[in-house]
């Protein structure tokens, strides 16, 4: 079983509408974040958590929001879907214990809005 | 201004032949780590290689290398004997500071075809 899982995988939604994503880890790792991937611009942090009382905007909060319901789970909301939040997203742990503090992705959930 | 650079949207290979991907860096923090992920068409994020900033010997996983110069503030990374399989995007990450407390950040990303 994954590490790291995403729901849902794929979801099309309408312009206005509050969508959740989900993010679920196995790992035991303390560190969430959540990014989103558009074409020729990487990855852009949204939001990340150290830990189930610390909550702290990325680059491009604006239009999200989060919850870190436990360890183990911390979820991404838009409030109101507009179109230019169509994107990739993904939920990725990282540990706290030593170096490298490399970083474990989901497989992604691929956004539209339309 | 990026803290992580990577000049190259697209590269192009020969199978078996080794290919260099470049990713310069800014910062002024002394400790940081550098690392390379690989994203396949499949859309995982795969974790490659990690370089830290006081570590004297260049980082090497297998057919991955890390040539780091750091008065150059650049980390490049070398793929040896190419293989169709390394066909994907790869994207350049850095950390900033000591411990875990630290935010990643991304490169834009090079995209790698190997060619047979």
């Known amino acids: 079983d994954a590490d790291v899982t995403q729901t849902p995988r794929n979801r099309i939604t309408k312009t206005g509408k509050r969508i959740m994503l989900e993010c679920s880890q196995t790992?035991?790792?303390?560190?969430m974040y959540w990014y989103r991937q558009d074409p020729g611009l990487g990855l852009r942090l949204i939001y990340y958590?150290?830990?189930?009382?610390?909550?702290n905007k990325g680059e491009i909060s604006d239009g999200y929001s989060v919850s870190r319901q436990a360890q183990a789970k911390f979820s991404l909301s838009l409030e109101s879907a507009i179109p230019n939040q169509t994107a990739l997203y993904f939920c990725?742990?990282?540990?706290?214990?030593?170096?490298?503090?490399?970083?474990?992705f989901g497989p992604g959930t691929r956004l539209t809005v339309t | 201004a990026q803290k992580i650079t990577q000049t190259q949207p697209g590269m192009f290979v020969q199978e078996k032949e080794a290919v260099t991907l470049d990713c310069t860096y800014d910062t002024s923090d002394p400790s940081y780590g550098l690392f390379w992920y690989k994203q396949p068409s499949s859309g995982e994020m795969i974790f490659l290689i990690y370089?830290?900033?006081?570590?004297?010997q260049n980082a090497t996983e297998g057919r991955y290398s890390l040539n780091f110069q750091k008065a150059r503030k650049s980390a490049n990374l070398v793929i040896s004997a190419s293989q169709l399989g390394d066909s994907a995007m790869y994207f350049c990450?850095?950390?900033?500071?000591?411990?875990?407390?630290?935010?990643?950040?991304f490169g834009r990303g090079t995209s790698l075809i190997v060619h047979p």
């Open positions: 990450a850095m950390r900033e500071g000591s411990g875990g407390s630290y935010i990643p950040t």
């Open positions: 958590s150290f830990d189930v009382k610390d909550i």
């Open positions: 370089q830290g900033s006081y570590d004297q």
């Open positions: 990725a742990t990282s540990d706290m214990g030593g170096a490298p503090y490399e970083q474990y």
């Open positions: 790992k035991g790792h303390d560190r």
